[in-house]
């Protein structure tokens, strides 16, 4: 699959949150948003 | 990353953000909790977002056997380390994985540039007065992390009337230059800056170009070994000319301190 490419819209996608709650990420519309990878380790 | 210590600079500037990892709720409720996280921490335990978006890593073993955790059959499914930016609809504007999944950025490089915005200077900070140019250097952090990378910024402020050269150049001429003095792991990497514009001066046929006004350059220094607390030495070599004359070559010294903090876990 290849990566998020600049120019194009990001895929849509939906996780939980710590509190329960799901995010998804067409719910940033309208405001600029930073996504960071990661993991805890 | 910093993020958290860069959430307010974030904020001023109109930008969202969240973290997503393949860690379960319950790992990432502690860790936020340890860390004092104020941003939204996503689960993507199964990689679902994170193999839509393709970013999945696919050198677990590598990653796991760096960080010192061990490889559980459960485990497959982390993200590549690296941040995108999203506009207000959506689309991917930015996208910084560095290639190397053990050098990091600061929030405040990230906010630079994949916004356009500056945030607040936490680094520290040098001035220097030379003929015709002021400068001005900073650090984007007060300390370095092993293999972190930090900016070294430059302004110049070049007096009205003046110019200082850009390379190509002829023979003869001294073009701008940003030099760090050596430190054994200290990775410089290649000056991002503004293009020179072409310049001509009267009753010379060879071709210039030159700065002037303000120019802000930036290198990236990546802190290959745990060097201890350091000065971050910067020289900065110009010489200033109008149409019709030059002033004398200088070079002007800059020193950065810089200290070096140990703890991994606290980087995001």
């Given amino acids: ?41 | 990353m910093e993020l958290q210590r860069s959430l307010a600079d974030f904020a001023a500037n109109d930008v969202a953000v969240f973290a997503i990892s393949y860690d379960g709720i319950d790992v990432l409720a502690s860790f936020a909790e340890k860390h004092g996280i104020g941003f939204p921490l996503l689960s993507d335990e199964d990689s679902h977002a994170i193999r839509a978006l393709g970013l999945l890593n696919d050198r677990l073993e590598e990653l796991h056997a760096f960080y010192g955790v061990t490889t559980r059959d459960d485990m497959h499914g982390v993200a590549h380390a690296g941040t995108f930016a999203l506009d207000a609809q959506g689309i991917v504007t930015d996208k910084r994985f560095l290639g190397s999944y053990r050098v990091r950025e600061t929030g405040a490089a990230v906010l630079e540039r994949s916004f356009g915005a500056r945030g607040s200077v936490r680094g520290p900070e040098a001035r220097a007065q030379g003929p015709g140019v002021a400068v001005r250097a900073y650090l984007d952090e007060a300390h370095y992390r092993f293999f972190q990378r930090l900016w070294l910024t430059v302004d110049l402020q070049i007096e009205t009337g003046l110019h200082v050269y850009g390379r190509p150049i002829p023979d003869g001429y001294v073009p701008l230059s940003i030099d760090v003095e050596p430190v054994d792991g200290l990775v410089v990497g290649d000056r991002e800056g503004p293009a020179p514009q072409p310049f001509r001066m009267d009753r010379l046929d060879e071709a210039f170009v030159v700065y002037s006004g303000t120019a802000t350059f930036a290198l990236p220094l990546t802190f290959t070994k745990r060097a201890g607390d350091l000065v971050v030495r910067a020289s900065v070599r110009y010489q200033a000319c109008s149409a019709t004359d030059c002033l004398i070559p200088t070079t002007l010294q800059l020193e950065l301190p810089l200290s070096q903090i140990n703890h991994v876990d606290a980087e995001i």
């Avoid at chain 1, 699959?1 to 895929?11: E, R, T």
């Avoid at chain 1, 996780?15 to 990420?25: A, E, K, N, Q, S």
């Fill in chain 1, 1 to 41: 699959m290849s990566p998020v490419q600049i120019g194009a819209v990001a895929p849509d996608f939906a996780l939980p949150t710590l509190d329960g709650h799901m995010i998804r990420l067409s719910g940033y519309r309208g405001q600029r948003l930073l996504a960071f990878m990661w993991a805890s380790w």
